[in-house]
């Protein structure tokens, strides 16, 4: 069986010294139908993790980042059906504060939410975690030049 490689990212914008979360609603018919998400994805072949993230946040709200980084933690649940324990590094995207996603197919709905609403809505606990981690590390400025990802 190929494992399959997934990603995780997190866009942000700071807005008034506020950050605030975007997060997706999963389209009728879809994977996740009608649950809140940050954007995810498969890594395609030939592609690099952050390579993945970078495509998959242009693909389903053709927005770029001005700050991109990797989160300093992973996702990991275990997936039944597939019997696979999944580990899927995480991504962040600083986004223009004026900056409106267009979004793709698979969702309805785009939604800036601050870091408790964003928390509320999201059902998975990992994921949720992984938010408030964003939230600490851009709030207290410590992003560390180690996980900046050139955007050049």
């Known amino acids: 069986m190929v494992k399959k490689k997934l990603i995780d990212l997190y866009p942000y914008r700071v807005k008034e010294d506020n950050a605030e979360y975007l997060l997706l609603k999963r389209a009728k018919g879809q994977l996740y139908d009608g649950q809140w998400r940050m954007i995810g994805g498969k890594v395609e072949e030939g592609e690099t993790y952050w390579e993945a993230a970078l495509r ?5 709200t053709r927005l770029k980042p001005v700050t991109f980084w990797t989160i300093p933690s992973l996702n990991k649940f275990y997936e039944h059906h597939t ?6 590094p995480a991504f962040a995207a600083q ?3 004026s900056a ?5 197919k698979e969702h309805s709905v785009a939604q800036w939410f601050n870091i408790e609403k964003a928390i509320e809505v999201i059902p998975w606990p ?14 207290s400025n410590q992003i560390l030049d180690d ?6």
Do not use: A, F, G, M
């Open 126 to 139: 990992e994921q949720r975690r992984l938010l408030k981690l964003v939230h600490d590390i851009i709030t």
């Open 83 to 88: 019997d696979e324990i999944l580990t899927i």
């Open 95 to 97: 986004i223009e504060d």
């Open 56 to 60: 998959e946040l242009y693909e389903e």
């Open 147 to 152: 996980w900046l990802v050139s955007l050049n």
């Open 100 to 104: 409106s996603p267009v979004l793709d």
